[in-house]
Nanobody
Framework: QVQLVESGGGLVQTGGALRLSCETS????????MGWYRQAPGQRRYLVAV??????RLYGDFVKGRFTVSRDTATNVYLQMSSLKPEDTAVYYC??????????WGQGTQVTVSS
């Protein structure tokens, strides 16, 4: 059974930084991409950043150079966030897509940016 475990969320002031981590286990398949989505109350889930198997990094338009996604092993992915704004407040979800197109999600970690 695939498990994705996020950590690193919390409360930070405007302009601050946080680093999210996601550790996966139980994946017996090839991973196409890993990364992060976020969902604020009453909104849909949005792509934040992903890194593909080839190393390509994709970011949501709202990131604007403030976040960096990285992957140090085949199973761990990170999101370094800086210059945080109140509108970045959301639950951040780790995401894995297999090469077969199946999606897996973590339980989410809350990020709250105070003004």
């Amino acid at each position: 059974q695939v498990q994705l475990v996020e950590s690193g969320g919390g409360l930070v002031q405007t302009g601050g930084a946080l680093r999210l981590s996601c550790e996966t286990s139980g994946a017996t398949f090839s991973i196409d991409r890993m990364g992060w989505y976020r969902q604020a109350p009453g909104q849909r889930r949005y792509l934040v950043a992903v890194v593909t198997a080839s190393g390509t990094r994709l970011y949501g338009d709202f990131v604007k150079g403030r976040f960096t996604v990285s992957r140090d092993t085949a199973t761990n992915v990170y999101l370094q966030m800086s210059s945080l704004k109140p509108e970045d407040t959301a639950v951040y979800y780790c995401h894995v897509r297999s090469s077969a197109g199946h999606d897996y999600w973590g339980q989410g970690t809350q990020v709250t940016v105070s003004s």
